[in-house]
């Protein structure tokens, strides 16, 4: 498993592309200069010796080098012995509503990317607990198994959106039952299931879908996401907003986060229910519940150990950078005496 031990440093990369185009814009820059300057071939012919090209592969060459450099800086850790180990914790699922109303804007960026924020941030705060994801809208599919690898999970989140489950709508329902379903693995031991969802369901009985999970031994805390005044639904065509959603009569439909349906659900679940509007909640209540419930133990498979490879990126920094340093901007004598042998033959 390889994972880097300083992350931050990769924010270095942000420069490797300032330097790409500047040095971009200077070359576009140049070439009009010469322009400007006379014809193009008299000024090549002023300067014969001079490579259009090498310029290019020697900022290539520089380019790469920084790449790398910035790769030993975060430090990449090689874990070299995978163990097997006895774990304790609970098995919690996150149902993240992704129907098109998460699209709304009535809290920034839009409802859907703050829900994926405050399951990074859930995910955070667990120790040692499995967790799984569920997505809905007007169906259900499970995203992700049961997993203590927290930063698969983060990296599962983040590719969910709307448009991965065909059948939009608002089955609150059926991600319960799913997940009482699907993720029912210990009867005695009480589980966790965090739906996050702006409320609007339209398809089934969530209450009943509550109730049975709850005699299945699930907690169910509910996130609302959104406001009670609400905002219009976007549409989407290629990345680009084409307009809202609108009825039937032409007007815009405008989604509003339901509260008392939510508070019902964590009601019957037994559980917390926490309001989104614009301004991120604590998720402590949620946390402190799952602290204090009965851990079960499982097997994990974990590397006990790691080991720094700094030492390979680094020594292909260096060498690009000396190759660099190596490499003129005038042109190869032995490409030149070739390239003039071959005209001279197609003349002839």
Known sequence: MLHFE??????????????????FLMRIRREKILRNFGNPELVEELFPTYSKYKPYFKTILLLLSLSALIIALANPLLGTKLVQAKRQGVDVVIALDISNSMKAEDIKPNRLERAKQMIYKLIDKLVND????????????IQLPLTTDYGAAKLFTSYVDTDIIPLQGTAIGSAIELAADKFNFDEQRKKVLIIITDGENHEDDALAAARLAVSKNFVIHTIGMG??????????????????????????????????????????????FILNSGVDPELSKIVEKIAQMEKKEYDAKIFSSFESQFQYPLAFAI????????????????????????QNRTTK
């Open 130 to 141: 499995r967790i799984g994801l569920i997505v809905f809208a007007g169906e259900s599919y």
């Open 319 to 342: 060498f690009l950078l000396f190759l660099e340093i190596l490499v003129t901007e005038k042109k190869n004598k032995y490409f030149e005496k070739l390239s003039l042998f071959v």
């Open 227 to 272: 406001t009670v005044t609400g905002g219009p639904i976007p549409i989407y065509r290629n990345g680009a907003n084409v307009g809202f959603l609108k009825d039937g009569e032409g007007s815009v439909v405008t989604t509003k986060v339901n509260p008392v349906m939510l508070e019902q659900i964590a009601s019957a679940g037994g559980g917390e």
């Open 6 to 23: 300083a992350n931050e440093y990769f924010y270095g990369f942000f420069l490797v592309v300032s330097i790409f185009v500047i040095f």
